[in-house]
C-alpha cells in the first residue's frame, strides 16, 4: 500500500468516520474526506467538497487516490451514490474500495436496507478489489432511538424486535483494519456482544438518566414484524463480536 497516497474517506465526519480519521493518521496516512461543506485542513487531513448523489466534483476528488473508504450513508439514496463513486473511481485506478453495509441487508423488506444491498452490488460489481464489512446498529442509534421514545408518555414497544448494538469505536477499528490489509471480499459481520430486546434498550435508558416510563407492547404487523421476529437482523452465525456493551455505553454518556 502507497503510504504517501491519500486515502479517501466518505463520511469522514460523521459518526463512524470521526472515529475512523485519527485511527488512519495515526498509523500514519494522508486523509482525504469528502463532504459536502469545506473545512479547513488540518495536519495530514485534507476535504473535498462533493454530495455523492449528484457526483460533482468527484473525479478532482479521486486524484492520486489509490484507496476508497466509503462510510457515507443515509436514510436513503446509498445505492445511488455508492453507483456514483463507483464510475469514478474505475477510471480514477482505485486499487481497494471499502464499504460498510449493515446486517440483514440482504434480509429485511424495508427501503434503507435495500438501497443498502444496492450499494453493496454496486461495490462488488465494480471490477475494483473490495472490501465490505456489514456491522449492527451503533449504541449511538440506539441511544437516539431511546431517547425519542422516552419523551412519549407511555412508550410503545414492538414485541419480538431485538437489536444487538455495537460500539462505533469498534466497528472503526475494524474498518481501518481491513482498509489498510488486502481486500477481502465480504468479511464475517461485526455486532455487539450482547442481543436486547427494544424495551431492554429503553429500560436501560431510561435508569441511566433516572427516569420512568411505562413501557407499553405493541405487534408489528406483516413481513417486517415476522423478519424482525425471527431475528434476520441480527448477526449471523460465524459473525464477530465486539466487547463494548450497551450498560457500558450509556454509563459513558451519562457520567
Not at 46 to 60: H, P, Q, T
Request: hydrophobic content about 40%; overall charge positive; some cysteine.
Amino acid at each position: 500500500m502507497n503510504t504517501s497516497a491519500p486515502i479517501l474517506v466518505t463520511g469522514g465526519t460523521g459518526t463512524l468516520g470521526s472515529h475512523v480519521v485519527p485511527l488512519l493518521r495515526k498509523a500514519g496516512h494522508p486523509v482525504r474526506i469528502l463532504a459536502r461543506n469545506s473545512r479547513e485542513p488540518a495536519p495530514g487531513i485534507e476535504y473535498r467538497s462533493c454530495d455523492l448523489l449528484e457526483g460533482a466534483g468527484l473525479v478532482e476528488a479521486l486524484k492520486d487516490v489509490e484507496t476508497v473508504l466509503h462510510l457515507a450513508g443515509g436514510p436513503r439514496g446509498d445505492d445511488e451514490a455508492t453507483r456514483n463513486l463507483v464510475s469514478a473511481a474505475r477510471p480514477a485506478g482505485v486499487r481497494h474500495l471499502v464499504y460498510i453495509s449493515v446486517i440483514g441487508a440482504d434480509r429485511i423488506p424495508l427501503a434503507y436496507f435495500r438501497a443498502k444491498l444496492g450499494a453493496e452490488r454496486a461495490v462488488a460489481d465494480s471490477g475494483i478489489p473490495w472490501t465490505t464489512l456489514r456491522a449492527a446498529q451503533f449504541h449511538d442509534l440506539a441511544l437516539t432511538v431511546a431517547e425519542k421514545m422516552a419523551k412519549l408518555p407511555v412508550v410503545p414497544v414492538p414485541g419480538g424486535m431485538r437489536w444487538q448494538p455495537v460500539d462505533a469505536r469498534e466497528v472503526a477499528a475494524r474498518m481501518v483494519e481491513l482498509t489498510l490489509s488486502e481486500p477481502a471480499g465480504m468479511v464475517p459481520e461485526l455486532s455487539g456482544p450482547t442481543v436486547y430486546e427494544l424495551g431492554e434498550l429503553v429500560r436501560g435508558y431510561l435508569k441511566s438518566n433516572g427516569k420512568r416510563r411505562p413501557l407499553l407492547p405493541v405487534r408489528m404487523p406483516g413481513k417486517v414484524g415476522r423478519v424482525y421476529r425471527a431475528g434476520e437482523n441480527l448477526a449471523a452465525h460465524g459473525g464477530v463480536s465486539g466487547t463494548r456493551t450497551w450498560e457500558a455505553f450509556l454509563a459513558e454518556r451519562t457520567g
